[in-house]
């Protein structure tokens, strides 16, 4: 099998890397960036210079792109690709999944969305794991393609289960996220070495797989991925009360909050900075 990686930033030039090493499949890619191009090029990738370039030269796409616009108009642009499997790795909507869907099989071609959790870490030491959506065969025939790069490939369901997956993976992050900060930040204004407090609360019943990787949360997609989740709660009709609560205030949170709250002497939380407690205030001896 033949595999092109359409989108070769961070992550997809990771998960290329380790489908040719891995599995030993020819691996090309494409992007819109020449630096890209190249660095795909000193990784032992074939780098293609045009998407019908790459649609004559493999028989599965790996669409590692930024947003659903982005996804559409590849899968647009693959339509010379006969009987090709196209994989979608983005994160997007489930209702763009079941919108390409018809157009796909009316050329003969198939499509399986696959998002991944583990972010940029996963991608380069290949333990993400891959939510398919799809039909069996469909996800069956990829499968030794993204176990390349993927601690477990599930099969999550019907066409968009995995996006569906992935967005109840990502609210529960940015849940989490909130949490966390709001926790530590008690712990920051009663005088306590919040990096400290992080360690204790892991080996805690309140631990979280959030807190474990704080340190390399870079808040880059928390609106979009927020918006997703809401959009769905909302036209399936679901009152999500915390999410909304979620969606706001992880809007205003950075990486460089987080890195001030457990290392810094004080914190900023909602516009509000918090500075330990004096004795004399009710802080501790």
């Given at each position: 099998m033949r595999i092109a990686i359409i989108g070769a930033g961070e992550m997809g030039l990771a998960m290329g890397g380790h489908i040719r090493r891995k599995g030993g499949f020819e691996v090309?890619?494409?992007?819109?960036?020449?630096?890209?191009?190249?660095?795909?090029?000193?990784?032992?990738?074939?780098?293609?210079?045009?998407?019908?370039?790459?649609?004559?030269?493999?028989?599965?796409?790996?669409?590692?792109?930024?947003?659903?616009q982005q996804v559409i108009d590849v899968c647009d642009g693959l339509s010379k690709a006969a009987g090709a499997t196209i994989v979608v790795a983005a994160t997007i909507s489930?209702?763009?999944?079941?919108?390409?869907?018809?157009?796909?099989?009316?050329?003969?071609?198939?499509?399986?969305?696959?998002?991944?959790?583990?972010?940029?870490?996963?991608?380069?030491?290949a333990?993400?794991?891959?939510?398919?959506?799809?039909?069996?065969?469909?996800?069956e025939r990829v499968r030794p393609v993204l176990s390349c790069y993927s601690r477990d490939v599930v099969h999550v369901g019907p066409l968009g289960a995995g996006q569906i997956a992935k967005s109840c993976n990502n609210l529960l992050h940015w849940i989490h996220c909130v949490a966390n900060f709001e926790a530590l930040l008690i712990a920051k204004r009663y005088g306590l070495d919040?990096?400290?407090?992080?360690?204790?609360?892991?080996?805690?019943?309140?631990?979280?797989?959030?807190l474990a990787r704080w340190d390399t949360t870079r808040f880059t997609w928390q609106e979009k991925d927020m918006d997703v989740t809401m959009d769905l709660a909302q036209k399936a009709g679901l009152m999500l009360p915390l999410s909304g609560q979620v969606d706001q205030i992880i809007k205003t949170?950075?990486?460089?909050?987080?890195?001030?709250?457990?290392?810094?002497?004080?914190?900023?939380?909602?516009?509000?900075?918090v500075r330990p407690l004096?004795?004399?205030e009710g802080g501790l001896a």
């Open positions: 090309s890619a494409f992007d819109i960036n020449q630096e890209r191009l190249q660095q795909a090029f000193e990784q032992g990738l074939l780098p293609k210079e045009s998407l019908d370039d790459a649609a004559s030269s493999a028989d599965a796409f790996l669409l590692v792109v930024a947003n659903d489930p209702e763009t999944m079941l919108a390409l869907k018809p157009r796909i099989e009316a050329r003969g071609q198939h499509l399986v969305d696959a998002p991944v959790v583990y972010g940029a870490s996963g991608a380069r030491e333990t993400l794991l891959s939510l398919c959506g799809g039909a069996s065969e469909d996800v919040t990096q400290r407090m992080r360690e204790i609360l892991l080996a805690c019943p309140g631990t979280n797989g959030t949170l950075k990486a460089a909050d987080v890195k001030e709250l457990l290392y810094g002497a004080e914190a900023t939380y909602l516009g509000r900075t004096a004795a004399s």
